[in-house]
């Protein structure tokens, strides 16, 4: 790619030109998703090298509201935090307006050392009333968006994918999936249905004595049983002997409405986000001091239900990732691979002479969609960007996981075969904060946005 401001916004232009959902209602909400992406980047990226120096250039907008600052990357991240491409909008965009004037636009790479991003990261330490009042911005918009009698998917996706404040996740997770109908009329009615048909199922497959089993589904209950106890083992709660049961039950029930995957390790995990949140609407404080043991039998299996669900409307769009063979998960290992000789090609030619295979380290990433990976309490603000992507979920994996691979690109370089396997079974994230993954999802983004719509970038 040249160093050119002038070809690289023409080379913009052209992607949004093909890109399939370029029509005039998207247009601006693409724009301002990549110009706001772009702002992350900057504000994140200090003192950071970032692999590719992708060159990219930024369309400058009016802020939505002038009077308000958010310095959301001058304090410390919580789970209130919603993070992402909204939250930082407002509290750069004038600066690095002014800022962007005086640095050549054409050294604008993503390994930034140019003096604007200092002034940015000044800017956003200063006042901590501003981050709140961003906090409560956000919550306006989606309360807004969910009060309607017909919520606008779109519109909750494109919120939802910066982040949804935690109170909100419930509702705004059955919507996204698909599970809870927009029509605030039909919801109850539908939630109250979906739950009474979950029952039944738990009842005709689960509550029966084993000799009404085949071998298979004997040996699929038995399977579950050791695999429920080693879920998300550095969390307590999920070692209650009760939540070890409805996880049981959740993955049975589902594997046996299933018989093309039936149950296979790993989805053993991706119940944990949705347990977690659902349970969240009758407990507070933090996950490790739960218990579910004052919850009423009725409120469990509502919440049960739900998880089942959600996971069944989430698997449904990657089905083939664990029929026979896995081969959506395989094709798609694949995919990260070319992706990442396309922008890395340092890194991608030193995993291919070390003789490191990407199966080895990305298959068990793209199973469990991350979550044995990083921090737990940063899983279900990585989920909201995974259900905010709907059905292109799959395809987004692949930019997620290469941005997350070239966290540490230069330190892969100096590894030999052993020492990277070893380093990439047990990546340094323990100490992850909500700035680490927002930059993980900004890179994608933004890679995304470059070569998705353009696949001659990644042909050979």
Not at 109 to 128: G, R, V, Y
Not at 383 to 401: K, M, R
Not at 428 to 433: A, E, G
């Amino acid at each position: 790619m040249k160093n050119s401001t002038t070809t690289n916004i023409n080379h913009h232009k052209e992607e949004q030109q093909h890109h399939p959902k370029n029509d005039p209602s998207t247009v601006s909400s693409i724009d301002s998703r990549f110009n706001q992406t772009l702002k992350n980047v900057q504000g994140l990226l200090k003192g950071r090298s970032i692999p590719g120096k992708v060159l990219l250039t930024r369309r400058a907008e009016p802020p939505d509201d002038p009077s308000i600052q958010s310095p959301t990357f001058g304090r410390s991240f919580s789970e209130n935090d919603a993070g992402g491409r909204d939250h930082m909008h407002k509290s750069t965009e004038e600066k690095d307006q002014s800022t962007s004037k005086r640095n050549n636009e054409g050294a604008n790479m993503l390994n930034p050392s140019t003096s604007n991003i200092d002034n940015t990261s000044k800017e956003t330490h200063k006042s901590p009333m501003t981050a709140r009042a961003t906090d409560s911005t956000r919550v306006t918009k989606f309360t807004k968006e969910l009060s309607v009698p017909t919520v606008r998917l779109e519109r909750l996706r494109e919120l939802g994918w910066s982040g949804v404040p935690p109170y909100m996740r419930p509702i705004v997770w059955r919507l996204l999936l698909g599970y809870a109908p927009p029509n605030s009329d039909r919801r109850e009615g539908v939630l109250r249905r979906k739950r009474l048909e979950y029952l039944d199922c738990v009842a005709q497959f689960y509550d029966i004595p084993d000799t009404e089993r085949s071998d298979d589904e004997i040996n699929m209950l038995r399977q579950i049983a050791v695999d429920c106890p080693r879920t998300v083992p550095d969390v307590t709660f999920f070692q209650q002997e009760q939540v070890q049961k409805s996880l049981e039950r959740i993955l049975y029930t589902w594997a046996i409405r299933h018989p093309a995957s039936g149950y296979v390790q790993g989805i053993n995990d991706l119940v944990t986000p949705f347990l977690v949140v659902f349970l969240s609407e009758y407990l507070e404080g933090d996950v490790d001091n739960w218990s579910v043991s004052n919850l009423s039998p009725e409120k469990i299996s509502d919440i049960e239900a739900d998880c089942y669900w959600c996971l069944s409307k989430l698997l449904d769009g990657m089905q083939d990732h664990y029929t026979f063979a896995q081969p959506g998960i395989q094709r798609l290992v694949f995919k990260l691979k070319e992706l990442v000789r396309r922008i890395d090609e340092p890194v991608s030619r030193h995993i291919e002479e070390q003789g490191l295979e990407f199966l080895q380290f990305a298959f068990r990433w793209f199973n469990c969609l991350l979550i044995r990976e990083i921090p737990f309490h940063l899983v279900t603000r990585l989920w909201d960007t995974y259900l905010a992507e709907g059905d292109a979920l799959p395809d987004f994996l692949v930019y997620i996981f290469a941005s997350f691979l070239l966290t540490w690109s230069e330190k892969l370089q100096k590894l030999d075969f052993q020492e990277m396997v070893m380093f990439l079974q047990h990546l340094p994230t323990q100490n992850w904060t909500h700035q680490e993954l927002e930059m993980v999802l900004s890179r994608a983004y933004m890679w995304h946005s470059m070569f998705n719509s353009s696949p001659s970038h990644l042909a050979s």
